[in-house]
T-cell receptor, first 114, second 113 residues
Framework: DQQVKQNSPSLSVQEGRISILNCDYT??????FLWYKKYPAEGPTFLIS?????DKNEDGRFTVFLNKSAKHLSLHIVPSQPGDSAVYFC?????????????FGKGTHLIIQP | NAGVTQTPKFRILKIGQSMTLQCTQD?????MYWYRQDPGMGLKLIYY???????DKGEVPNGYNVSRSTTEDFPLRLELAAPSQTSVYFC????????????FGEGSWLTVV
């Protein structure tokens, strides 16, 4: 049973436009959420995070929105650039659950078209 | 700046063979993790450690063992390799606790034939 779901395996966006990547979760104990970016043949790298006490966190071109009642978060990239083409993983954690790492979604492959 | 270093990067194993994936970090992080990623899937936690001498199972520990004798090193041992263990393995580390970023190594591609 997947606790973190990314229902779009891939997403194609034109350069300069907004990319919106979505993520849903089922575990109500999750209270910390992260997005990781992964290029081929490399490890995931941290992009942005949000705590459940917030509903928005912004870092440059990247903004993460959290809707706790809907158990949904999204990552907005504006404007999209060719270097943003990568696989994006949504991840979640339960702060009271000990040190047992993150629960990841399956990822969304973002393709930025020129 | 090395960060998290994994070796080997690629390996082909025969069914029933054993091997150790090495992982070392130079950030003095207490927490270390091993994840695996199967094609089209997210990362799944195999084992983790919150400090030297302390390890615990994650979501998919069967067929693996770990040890943590030093803060820097967290090797993953595969005993009696099976085709189901064909995957990409990622070692990671963090200072510990939420809000502290988990840093990943570049991955080790393992094929069991």
């Amino acid at each position: 049973d997947q606790q973190v779901k990314q229902n779009s395996p891939s997403l194609s966006v034109q350069e300069g436009r907004i990319s919106i990547l979505n993520c849903d979760y089922t575990n109500s104990m999750f209270d910390y959420f992260l997005w990781y970016k992964k290029y081929p043949a490399e490890g995931p790298t941290f992009l942005i995070s949000i705590s459940s006490i917030k509903d928005k966190n912004e870092d440059g071109r990247f903004t993460v929105f959290l809707n706790k009642s809907a158990k949904h978060l999204s990552l907005h990239i504006v404007p999209s650039q060719p270097g943003d083409s990568a696989v994006y993983f949504c991840a979640a954690a339960d702060s009271g659950g000990g040190a047992d790492g993150l629960t990841f979604g399956k990822g969304t492959h973002l393709i930025i078209q020129p | 700046n090395a960060g998290v270093t994994q070796t080997p990067k690629f390996r082909i194993l025969k069914i029933g063979q054993s091997m150790t994936l090495q992982c070392t970090q130079d950030m003095n992080h207490n927490y270390m993790y091993w994840y695996r990623q199967d094609p089209g899937m997210g990362l799944k936690l195999i084992y983790y450690s919150v400090g030297a001498g302390i390890t615990d199972k994650g979501e998919v520990p069967n067929g693996y063992n770990v040890s943590r004798s030093t803060t820097e090193d967290f090797p993953l041992r595969l005993e009696l390799a099976a085709p189901s263990q064909t995957s990409v393995y990622f070692c990671a580390s963090s200072r510990g606790g939420l809000g502290n970023t988990i840093y990943f190594g570049e991955g080790s591609w393992l094929t069991v034939v």
